[in-house]
C-alpha cells in the first residue's frame, strides 16, 4: 500500500539559511510521482516541485530542490536561502502511476518556522 | 492560471444540520477532489469524480456524499452534521490522469466548526 511520511512535525531555520524537510514513502508501484505543497496560514495549498520515479535528475524550481533517493524512498525537499515568506505548512504527496489512479495521497505535514 | 473556488471559507453549522460544500474550477478539468484536512493526518480523500455524474469514494467517505451535475462544480454534502466533522475542507481539480504527474490544483479551504 502506499504511504508518505514526514517525520518532522516542525522545524525551525534562520532566515538566509537553507532547510530540509523530510520526506519517506512506500510504494510497490514502479511509476510514480512525487510532489511538495506549501500551505500559508490562510489555507490554499500551493504546488511548489515535481519528481518522477523515471527522472534521472532531481527537480529543482528556484530555490526549491528535490534530493530524490530512489532506492532509500526519500523525496527530500531542500529550500535554500529562506525568507520569512517560507514559514508554513509543507505536505510531501504521491501518487501511482498504474495502481493509483485518480488517487494522490498526503503526508502529515511539517510545519516550518524562519525566524529573523 | 488554475482557479479553484470554494463559496464558503468558514461556517459554523450546528449537529444534525445538512451542509452543502460548493467547489467550482475554471479550468475545464475532468477530475475533482474532495480532501478534510486534520493536524497530524495531513490530507485524506474523501470522494473524487471524474466525470459530470460519476463519483468514486476516497479513504473516508462515512457520513459525506457529493454531487456533480455540472462539469466546472462539485458539491460535498454533509446529510447530518456531527461534531467530527468539524475540519478544514479542500477542494481540487486535475486535468485527466494521463501518468503519475498530474498535479492537482486546490482551492483555499473551508473551515468547517459543527456545534
Same mark, same amino acid.
Given at each position: 500500500?502506499?504511504?508518505?511520511?514526514?517525520?518532522?512535525?516542525?522545524?525551525?531555520?534562520?532566515?538566509?539559511?537553507?532547510?530540509?524537510?523530510?520526506?519517506?514513502?512506500?510504494?510497490?508501484?514502479?511509476?510514480?510521482?512525487?510532489?511538495?505543497?506549501?500551505?500559508?496560514?490562510?489555507?490554499?495549498?500551493?504546488?511548489?516541485?515535481?519528481? &518522477?520515479?523515471?527522472?534521472?535528475?532531481?527537480?529543482?524550481? #528556484?530555490?526549491?530542490?528535490?534530493? $530524490?533517493? *530512489? /532506492?532509500?524512498?526519500?523525496?527530500?525537499?531542500?529550500?535554500?536561502?529562506?525568507?520569512?515568506?517560507?514559514?508554513?505548512?509543507?505536505?510531501?504527496?504521491?501518487?501511482? &502511476?498504474?495502481?493509483?489512479?485518480?488517487?494522490?495521497?498526503? #503526508?502529515?505535514?511539517?510545519?516550518? $518556522?524562519? *525566524? /529573523? | 492560471?488554475?482557479?479553484?473556488?470554494?463559496?464558503?471559507?468558514?461556517?459554523?453549522?450546528?449537529?444534525?444540520?445538512?451542509?452543502?460544500?460548493?467547489?467550482?474550477?475554471?479550468?475545464?478539468?475532468?477530475?475533482?477532489?474532495?480532501?478534510?484536512?486534520?493536524?497530524?493526518?495531513?490530507?485524506?480523500?474523501?470522494?473524487?469524480?471524474?466525470?459530470?455524474?460519476?463519483?468514486?469514494?476516497?479513504?473516508?467517505?462515512?457520513?459525506?456524499?457529493?454531487?456533480?451535475?455540472?462539469?466546472?462544480?462539485?458539491?460535498?454534502?454533509?446529510?447530518?452534521?456531527?461534531?467530527?466533522?468539524?475540519?478544514?475542507?479542500?477542494?481540487?481539480?486535475?486535468?485527466?490522469?494521463?501518468?503519475?504527474?498530474?498535479?492537482?490544483?486546490?482551492?483555499?479551504?473551508?473551515?468547517?466548526?459543527?456545534?
Amino acid at each position: 500500500a502506499q504511504k508518505i511520511t514526514q517525520t518532522q512535525p516542525g522545524m525551525f531555520v534562520q532566515e538566509k539559511e537553507a532547510v530540509t524537510l523530510d520526506c519517506t514513502y512506500d510504494t510497490s508501484d514502479p511509476s510514480y510521482g512525487l510532489f511538495w505543497y506549501k500551505q500559508p496560514s490562510s489555507g490554499e495549498m500551493i504546488f511548489l516541485i515535481y519528481q &518522477g520515479s523515471y527522472d534521472q535528475q532531481n527537480a529543482t524550481e #528556484g530555490r526549491y530542490s528535490l534530493n $530524490f533517493q *530512489k /532506492a532509500r524512498k526519500s523525496a527530500n525537499l531542500v529550500i535554500s536561502a529562506s525568507q520569512l515568506g517560507d514559514s508554513a505548512m509543507y505536505f510531501c504527496a504521491m501518487r501511482e &502511476g498504474r495502481t493509483g489512479g485518480f488517487k494522490t495521497i498526503f #503526508g502529515a505535514g511539517t510545519r516550518l $518556522f524562519v *525566524k /529573523a | 492560471d488554475v482557479k479553484v473556488t470554494q463559496s464558503s471559507r468558514y461556517l459554523v453549522k450546528r449537529t444534525g444540520e445538512k451542509v452543502f460544500l460548493e467547489c467550482v474550477q475554471d479550468m475545464d478539468h475532468e477530475n475533482m477532489f474532495w480532501y478534510r484536512q486534520d493536524p497530524g493526518l495531513g490530507l485524506r480523500l474523501i470522494y473524487f469524480s471524474y466525470d459530470v455524474k460519476m463519483k468514486e469514494k476516497g479513504d473516508i467517505p462515512e457520513g459525506y456524499s457529493v454531487s456533480r451535475e455540472k462539469k466546472e462544480r462539485f458539491s460535498l454534502i454533509l446529510e447530518s452534521a456531527s461534531t467530527n466533522q468539524t475540519s478544514m475542507y479542500l477542494c481540487a481539480s486535475s486535468p485527466p490522469v494521463t501518468g503519475p504527474g498530474n498535479t492537482i490544483y486546490f482551492g483555499e479551504g473551508s473551515w468547517l466548526t459543527v456545534v
